[in-house]
């Protein structure tokens, strides 16, 4: 059964920052590996999907990369913003087309 | 891109009454839906797996007869949350699987979740 956790549980920082949040998986047949923003009391937006074979992956300010056969991935936000407040989730996609999500990181950036 | 809306986005009912969540792929057919539930500070749990046209598969604990799960057509499945209580209360969310080239690994899309609050 796939175990996902996630560090730091929550994180508070000055606008400006460099973050990473961490991810770890115990189960490292995946295929993919997503990377979610949940704001308070809404769904979920995808950021990043990383294939099995990729090492990382870019979006403006955001930055995955993974390591499938340690089971980790990281999230890298560069120069966080206010509007970067949310939880972010991680997610790897395993047999059955399962989803297992972590607990998240809870991020707010303050001005 | 991809859209997933879900119906009602917040629902408030007595104990002991059934309450019918939609969730609908808008521009993309759907061959599975997935059922989420998520309790508050927690993470999401995959509760079941929807096919089209044919039954539900339900994670363990998930109880079948109280969580009735219809997916009849390639871009509607239904949750029935039968005899609510408030231990059910929670936030519910679906997603969907655009199946373009039938692969398992098709990218899943979120519906906003919805709401259940039993009295």
């Not at chain 1, 560069?78 to 997610?91: K, R």
């Not at chain 2, 969730?23 to 509760?47: E, I, N, V």
Request: hydrophobic fraction near 30%; charge should be neutral; aromatic fraction near 8%.
């Amino acid at each position: 059964k796939q175990e996902v956790t996630q560090i730091p549980a929550a994180l508070s920082v000055p606008e400006g920052e460099n973050l990473v949040l961490n991810c770890s998986f115990t189960d490292s047949a995946i295929y993919n590996l997503q990377w979610f923003r949940q704001d308070p009391g809404k769904g979920l937006t995808s950021l990043l999907l990383i294939q099995s074979s990729q090492r990382e992956q870019t979006s403006g300010r955001l930055n995955a990369s993974l390591d499938k056969s340690s089971g980790r991935s990281t999230l890298y936000i560069a120069a966080s913003q206010p509007g970067d407040s949310a939880t972010y989730l991680c997610a790897p996609l395993s047999g059955g087309s399962r989803l297992t999500f972590g607990e998240g990181t809870q991020l707010t950036v303050n001005p | 891109g991809a859209v997933v809306s879900q119906h009602p986005s917040r629902v408030i009912c007595k104990s002991g009454t059934s309450v019918k969540i939609e969730c609908r792929s808008l521009d993309f057919q759907a061959t599975t839906m997935f059922w989420y539930r998520q309790f508050p500070k927690q993470s999401l749990m995959l509760m079941a797996t929807s096919n089209e046209g044919s039954k539900a598969t339900y994670e363990q604990g998930v109880e079948k007869d109280k969580f009735l799960i219809n997916h009849a057509s390639l871009t509607l499945s239904t949750l029935t949350v039968t005899s609510a209580h408030p231990e059910d209360s929670s936030f519910y969310i679906c997603s969907a699987r655009a199946s373009t080239s039938g692969s398992l690994t098709d990218t899943q899309y979120f519906g906003p979740g919805t709401r259940l609050t039993v009295l």
